[in-house]
Structures are given as structure tokens and as C-alpha cells.
């Protein structure tokens, strides 16, 4: 994994070998192995789940047949309601543990949902069992924890998909309320717009999102020139050279989406940049320019898009790149982390008016991922970077894009208003 020096170190401190992770190949089948689909008491998903992993050609083994490797285990929490249930869990899910390589995926009810205080606080600790058992899991295995709304149905069953497919390789032990969101109306041609996409984590969305049948505008700086060019005619997309941070940008996107592709469906705020510098060593451009691209310029885009008519097609949905720094902190990072976290304000300030017309906002939040910002840091620390997460490694740039790839689709509109960390568990802030 990573650099010859990281491979070094890793191996001079004696370090295992990290798992290779299984990620997106066309044509692959969703999971390495069978399924067990396991109803606790009350559980109400059960069937519904085994009948969409039959439809994407799993085969669901109804017991536990020995020692055949599971490719996932689907766990329905959803109807536990008295901590002693809790043993059903334990009892249940260990002994298929233990024969499974692959995918956890643990659905729970929404807590604030529940009106029983046993049973708000029975679910709630389903979060830190996710986040515990996710720790224990090896050789690449997540665990992760659905929290199923009411009438959440068409997102569960994408979101359930998504977690047990390998576009999840990279996210793990985490928490995502999945609501029941607002059907998309369908289009002839879904239009998406990355700004950012001349290189690393922009560049692999282009790619992801024109797998799935977007035409994708790639927005970048001028200076970015053939690199732009050459991202957007490997997929037939198309360019926009634009500084996200200039005084017309909004009004620039909004008119070239609306006048050009009667709307954008999708809008991934992903520019960014880093200045960093210990705190009092900051000057005003450091700290100023930082603020000014990533977190001014997605908050004017987005509402530049909302006001101008046309700019959004019907459904559209926002995914902003917040940052794992952003939610724990990070030492020479005030500006950054600022930025960042600010992301999840705007995400969080405007997922209900959205919400109210039909369109969704999210952000993904990146643990350490391997592009040239993070190879650009000294050994040691990169490789610390790396090794403190569950999955031992860093990701790369197309798990962050499969993430936001998935956010894009239709049919998983009923998430809105959430961060998803995409940093194979970091132990930092998680
Ligand atoms: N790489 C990581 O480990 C990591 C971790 C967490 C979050 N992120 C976030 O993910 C996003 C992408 O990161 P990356 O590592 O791929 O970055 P990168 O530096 O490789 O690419 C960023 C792109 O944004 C463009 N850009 C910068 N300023 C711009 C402006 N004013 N207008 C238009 N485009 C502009 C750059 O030209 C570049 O092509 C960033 O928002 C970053 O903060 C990255």
C-alpha cells in the first residue's frame, strides 16, 4: 500500500500487511460469497432484504450452514426495543462473524423516533456496537449501521446495496439516517457539474458519475487547462474553466447550466484548498483564501443555483467535500478545518428548505485518501496517517467518488442533511 518509503517504515515497525480491499470492477457480482439475512425480535426488513439481494443474484442461506465464508451479513435491529433483547444480537451475529469477509450492515430504527426510553437507548447503543464491532473486523470487512426512517423504503434498499457492494470499500464504521426523501422525477439525460475535476478526487467523480450515465461538466481553474480537457474527453463530458471564488461565478454557472443542459441534476462542491501553517504563523491571504474557496464559493454557488431559474433540474441533489480534519481538528490546519467544518453548516442549515422543493444536500467527509496533497507529506506522519484506521491503509481517490457517485442517484434521495465520513474508520474524530 502507498509509498516505498511508507512500506518501509511499516515494515521496519513490524506492521502487518494491510488487507487489499475489494473495490468496484464492472460486471462484478455484488458480494464474494452468500448472505445471511438475520431478523432479531420484531425485526420488519427481513424479507424485503433477502428478496433485493436474491435480485441482484445473491444467494441468502436461510441458516447457519457451517463454515461456508459469508460475502455479507445483513443484521434487521430495527424492531429491538428492551436492553434484553440485546442478547439476540450477541447470540445471533457472533457465530456468523466470525465466517464473514466482506460486508456488515446493521439496520437500526431512528432513536428521536421512538417515543419508549428503553428503547431509544437500546437503539442508540447499536451505534457504538457498529463502531466497536468495526474495530475487530479484518481482512477489509466493514461494518457499518443504517438507521431506517419510516417510509424510508426505495433509499433502504439502494442504501443497503451500496454498503454491501465494494463502492463502499472505504467507508466503515459509520452511522447514516436514511430518510424517505422525495422520488426523483426521471430525465433523458442526467447532467452533473464537479468543480475541481482537473485532478485527484474530483477527477475519479467525473468518472464515477459518467459511469452511471451522467454527462458531467467539469469545472476547473483556467490554469488547469489540458488536464481539465483530458478528464472531461475520457467521458465525454464537457468543460468550464471558472474560479469558483470570482465575484460572477455564480451567475456564470447558473446561466451555463440552465442555458446549455436545462439544469444540473447533481452539483459536487469539491474544490479545496490547503494554506497550512500553525495558527499564529497564519497571514490574512493564508487564512483568507482558504475560507474563500472552500466554504464562500460553495455557499454562493449553492445559492447562486437555487435563485436563478432553470439552473436545477427537478430533484437536483448537492454534495459538498467536507473533510475528516474538519470534524476532529488537525494541528496546522485552523483554516482549513474551519472550512471544512463550516460545510457541514451549510449542509445542515439548508437540508430542510431543500428538502421543501424537492432536493437534497450531503456532505462526504474524507479520511486520508492518496493524492499528491497527501503525498506531499513527510514520511512518518503520512504513514501514521494512514495506519490508524481500521482498515489500515489510505484510500484512494475513487472510494471518495464512489461515495459521492452513490449520493448522486435517484433512488438514494432519502438521504439528506448528512455528513458520511469515507476514511476507512480514522481514529481521529470518529
Ligand atoms: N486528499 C485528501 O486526503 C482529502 C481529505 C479530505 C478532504 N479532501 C477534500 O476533497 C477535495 C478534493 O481534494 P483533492 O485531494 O482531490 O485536491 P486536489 O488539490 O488534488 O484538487 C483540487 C482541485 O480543485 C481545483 N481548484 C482549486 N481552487 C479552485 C478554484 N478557486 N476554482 C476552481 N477550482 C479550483 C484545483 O485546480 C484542483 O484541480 C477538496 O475539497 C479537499 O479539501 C481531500
Same mark, same amino acid.
Given at each position: 500500500?502507498?509509498?516505498?518509503?511508507?512500506?518501509?517504515?511499516?515494515?521496519?515497525?513490524?506492521?502487518?500487511?494491510? $488487507?487489499?480491499?475489494?473495490?468496484?470492477?464492472?460486471?462484478?457480482?455484488?458480494?464474494?460469497?452468500?448472505?445471511?439475512? #438475520?431478523?432479531?425480535?420484531?425485526? @420488519?426488513?427481513?424479507?424485503?432484504?433477502?428478496?433485493?439481494?436474491?435480485?441482484?443474484?445473491?444467494?441468502?442461506? %436461510?441458516?447457519?450452514?457451517?463454515?461456508?465464508? /459469508?460475502?455479507?451479513?445483513?443484521?434487521?435491529?430495527?424492531?429491538?426495543?428492551?436492553?434484553?433483547?440485546?442478547?439476540?444480537?450477541?447470540?445471533?451475529?457472533?457465530?456468523?462473524?466470525?465466517?464473514?469477509?466482506?460486508?456488515?450492515?446493521?439496520? @437500526?430504527?431512528?432513536? =428521536?423516533?421512538?417515543?419508549?426510553?428503553?428503547?431509544?437507548?437500546?437503539?442508540?447503543? /447499536?451505534?457504538?456496537?457498529?463502531? +466497536?464491532?468495526?474495530?475487530?473486523?479484518?481482512?477489509?470487512?466493514?461494518?457499518?449501521?443504517?438507521?431506517?426512517?419510516?417510509?424510508?423504503?426505495? +433509499?433502504?434498499?439502494?442504501?443497503?446495496?451500496?454498503?454491501?457492494?465494494?463502492?463502499?470499500?472505504?467507508?466503515?464504521?459509520?452511522?447514516?439516517?436514511?430518510?424517505?426523501?422525495?422520488?426523483?422525477?426521471?430525465?433523458?439525460?442526467?447532467?452533473?457539474?464537479?468543480?475541481?475535476?482537473?485532478?485527484?478526487?474530483?477527477?475519479?467523480?467525473?468518472?464515477? /458519475?459518467?459511469? @452511471?450515465?451522467?454527462?458531467?461538466?467539469?469545472?476547473?481553474?483556467?490554469?488547469?487547462?489540458?488536464?481539465?480537457?483530458?478528464?472531461?474527453?475520457?467521458?465525454?463530458?464537457?468543460?468550464?474553466? /471558472?474560479?469558483?471564488?470570482?465575484?460572477?461565478? $455564480?451567475?456564470?454557472?447558473?446561466?451555463?447550466?440552465?442555458?446549455?443542459?436545462?439544469?444540473?441534476?447533481?452539483?459536487?462542491?469539491?474544490?479545496?484548498?490547503?494554506?497550512?501553517?500553525?495558527?499564529?504563523?497564519?497571514?490574512?491571504?493564508?487564512?483568507? +483564501?482558504?475560507?474563500?474557496?472552500?466554504?464562500?464559493?460553495?455557499?454562493? #454557488?449553492?445559492?447562486?443555483?437555487?435563485?436563478?431559474?432553470?439552473?436545477?433540474?427537478?430533484?437536483?441533489?448537492?454534495?459538498?467535500?467536507?473533510?475528516?480534519?474538519?470534524?476532529?481538528?488537525?494541528?496546522?490546519?485552523?483554516?482549513?478545518?474551519?472550512?471544512?467544518?463550516?460545510?457541514?453548516? %451549510?449542509?445542515?442549515?439548508? =437540508?430542510?428548505?431543500?428538502?421543501?422543493?424537492?432536493?437534497?444536500?450531503?456532505?462526504?467527509? $474524507?479520511?486520508?485518501?492518496?493524492?499528491?496533497?497527501?503525498?506531499?507529506?513527510?514520511?512518518?506522519?503520512?504513514? %501514521?496517517?494512514?495506519?490508524?484506521?481500521?482498515?489500515?491503509?489510505?484510500?484512494?481517490?475513487?472510494?471518495?467518488?464512489?461515495?459521492?457517485?452513490?449520493?448522486?442517484? $435517484?433512488?438514494?434521495?432519502?438521504?439528506?442533511?448528512?455528513?458520511?465520513?469515507?476514511?476507512?474508520?480514522?481514529?481521529?474524530?470518529?
Amino acid at each position: 500500500m502507498g509509498t516505498g518509503p511508507g512500506r518501509f517504515l511499516a515494515s521496519r515497525a513490524g506492521l502487518p500487511k494491510p $488487507p487489499r480491499l475489494r473495490r468496484y470492477e464492472a460486471g462484478q457480482d455484488l458480494l464474494t460469497g452468500p448472505a445471511r439475512v #438475520l431478523g432479531l425480535s420484531g425485526a @420488519s426488513w427481513t424479507a424485503e432484504v433477502t428478496g433485493w439481494l436474491r435480485a441482484a443474484g445473491v444467494e441468502v442461506v %436461510l441458516g447457519n450452514d457451517g463454515d461456508e465464508r /459469508l460475502g455479507a451479513v445483513v443484521v434487521d435491529a430495527t424492531g429491538l426495543r428492551r436492553v434484553a433483547e440485546l442478547e439476540e444480537l450477541r447470540a445471533g451475529l457472533a457465530p456468523e462473524f466470525r465466517r464473514t469477509t466482506g460486508r456488515v450492515v446493521v439496520l @437500526s430504527a431512528v432513536p =428521536a423516533e421512538l417515543p419508549d426510553v428503553e428503547a431509544r437507548a437500546v437503539q442508540q447503543g /447499536l451505534e457504538g456496537f457498529v463502531r +466497536s464491532l468495526a474495530k475487530e473486523a479484518r481482512g477489509g470487512t466493514t461494518v457499518n449501521l443504517l438507521r431506517v426512517a419510516d417510509g424510508a423504503r426505495t +433509499s433502504v434498499r439502494s442504501a443497503v446495496e451500496f454498503f454491501c457492494s465494494a463502492r463502499s470499500a472505504f467507508v466503515d464504521g459509520q452511522p447514516l439516517v436514511v430518510g424517505a426523501g422525495v422520488p426523483v422525477p426521471p430525465r433523458d439525460r442526467r447532467v452533473a457539474v464537479v468543480t475541481g475535476a482537473a485532478q485527484g478526487i474530483g477527477a475519479a467523480t467525473v468518472e464515477v /458519475l459518467a459511469r @452511471s450515465g451522467h454527462h458531467v461538466v467539469c469545472v476547473d481553474v483556467a490554469a488547469s487547462g489540458d488536464k481539465l480537457a483530458a478528464v472531461a474527453n475520457r467521458v465525454q463530458g464537457s468543460t468550464l474553466h /471558472l474560479d469558483v471564488t470570482a465575484e460572477d461565478a $455564480p451567475r456564470t454557472l447558473a446561466t451555463h447550466l440552465a442555458d446549455r443542459f436545462d439544469g444540473a441534476d447533481v452539483v459536487v462542491h469539491n474544490a479545496g484548498i490547503t494554506r497550512d501553517r500553525s495558527f499564529v504563523n497564519l497571514d490574512e491571504a493564508a487564512w483568507g +483564501s482558504v475560507l474563500a474557496v472552500n466554504l464562500a464559493a460553495p455557499i454562493r #454557488l449553492t445559492t447562486g443555483l437555487l435563485d436563478h431559474p432553470g439552473a436545477l433540474a427537478p430533484g437536483a441533489r448537492f454534495v459538498c467535500l467536507s473533510s475528516m480534519n474538519g470534524l476532529a481538528g488537525a494541528r496546522g490546519q485552523t483554516n482549513y478545518a474551519t472550512s471544512k467544518a463550516g460545510l457541514v453548516g %451549510l449542509v445542515q442549515a439548508l =437540508a430542510g428548505p431543500l428538502a421543501q422543493r424537492g432536493l437534497a444536500i450531503n456532505a462526504v467527509a $474524507p479520511g486520508f485518501v492518496e493524492t499528491p496533497m497527501t503525498a506531499a507529506m513527510p514520511p512518518v506522519p503520512r504513514e %501514521l496517517g494512514r495506519r490508524i484506521s481500521s482498515l489500515q491503509q489510505g484510500g484512494l481517490p475513487v472510494d471518495v467518488a464512489e461515495t459521492i457517485g452513490w449520493l448522486a442517484q $435517484p433512488d438514494a434521495a432519502g438521504i439528506d442533511g448528512q455528513v458520511l465520513r469515507v476514511c476507512g474508520q480514522n481514529l481521529l474524530g470518529a
